[in-house]
């Protein structure tokens, strides 16, 4: 299992339309329901987010959550493929720690 970093950094640099945009990919990802490889991929999207996140970069975080939103189920699986499962432990404490450190009051020192 990997260690969580803890998402701290200038989050709150980034202005709110950001913040909202990635708020907004990471709370569907909550809902998403993928096959195995494609959460490991969602992973690594998550871990590029919270890098920009916590660089405050808005650029970055605009890209990440653009290639996290690409990651997301597509309308038909066709029969026979791999498992289609939520969120792996791991991936969803990821979001959800991310999701808590951006969803606070920007305006509070962190």
Known sequence: MTTLRPVTGDI????DDVRADALDVLTDALQWRLTEPRWSAVRTAVD?????VRAGD????RA???DLEL???VRATP???EPIVPPPDGVLDEINEL????????EQPS
Do not use: C, E, N, T
């Open 79 to 81: 029969i026979g493929r």
């Open 12 to 15: 709150h640099a980034l202005d």
């Open 58 to 61: 808005a650029v970055a975080v």
């Open 64 to 66: 990440a959550g653009a």
């Open 99 to 106: 999701v808590g450190a951006m969803d606070g009051d920007p």
């Open 48 to 52: 590029a987010l919270a890098a920009a």
């Open 71 to 73: 990651l997301g189920p």
